[in-house]
């Protein structure tokens, strides 16, 4: 990973209502988004929560870790988290999403996601702490995973995108405000995946 990072492929703009999103399929070359799997799965200190769903108190079906600016921590689900400081790997990834995405992120949440039983169930990225029209930048590395959007209002509105092994998908203008997201559950057999989310802590 000698040239972190050199080139930028051509995007794709999804042509959706409500939502400005765009995806790069090859956004780190094979080489480098190996090299970054490998890093995140054995230096990161991954963690997991408890949610409550329903009334209940559910392990989170899934690792996460949160990295960014100090004193800039971040709630969902009922879970606070505290950042722990950028490390040098992170901080590259960073800066090759803000040459393109034209924002400067304050923090990532980090996924692991370990097979096809982990996964994210339906939300919007819309925390008070996100402001209005947040930019998420969302990138994968490891097995590919299904990610589905659906419309709040549009029941046609549903899309589905495979999540490729060092790609970006760029989640801009009022997508959160209008979409929901997710990463199902899948019963085929499947690798771990390593997703993290950058945005901007208000």
């Known amino acids: 990973m000698n040239s972190l990072f050199d080139s930028t492929p051509e995007p794709i703009h999804l042509n959706l209502p409500d939502a400005e999103i765009i995806y790069y399929p090859a956004f780190f070359t094979q080489e480098e988004a190996d090299s970054i799997y490998e890093k995140l799965i054995n230096e990161i200190p991954w963690q997991q929560d408890s949610i409550r769903v329903f009334g209940k108190i559910h392990p989170q079906p899934r690792l996460t870790a949160l990295f960014g600016n100090e004193g800039k921590s971040y709630s969902y689900s009922n879970i606070e988290m505290q950042p722990h400081p950028w490390n040098s790997l992170l901080q590259k990834i960073k800066s090759k999403i803000e040459s393109v995405s034209n924002t400067n992120f304050t923090t990532v949440l980090l996924n692991y996601y370990r097979d096809g039983k982990?996964?994210?169930?339906?939300?919007?990225?819309?925390?008070?702490?996100?402001?209005?029209?947040?930019?998420?930048?969302?990138?994968?590395?490891?097995?590919?995973?299904?990610?589905?959007?659906?419309?709040?209002?549009?029941?046609?509105?549903?899309?589905?995108?495979?999540?490729?092994?060092?790609?970006?998908?760029?989640?801009?203008?009022?997508?959160?405000?209008?979409?929901?997201?997710?990463?199902?559950?899948?019963?085929?057999?499947?690798?771990?995946?390593?997703?993290?989310?950058?945005?901007?802590i208000k």
């Open 118 to 200: 982990d996964s994210n169930g339906w939300h919007a990225d819309n925390e008070k702490e996100l402001g209005i029209n947040p930019v998420i930048a969302s990138v994968s590395f490891g097995a590919e995973r299904m990610f589905q959007l659906k419309h709040n209002s549009n029941k046609d509105q549903k899309i589905n995108i495979l999540l490729e092994h060092g790609s970006l998908l760029l989640m801009n203008g009022t997508t959160q405000h209008f979409w929901k997201h997710q990463i199902p559950k899948t019963t085929k057999p499947i690798g771990p995946r390593i997703n993290g989310t950058f945005r901007v």
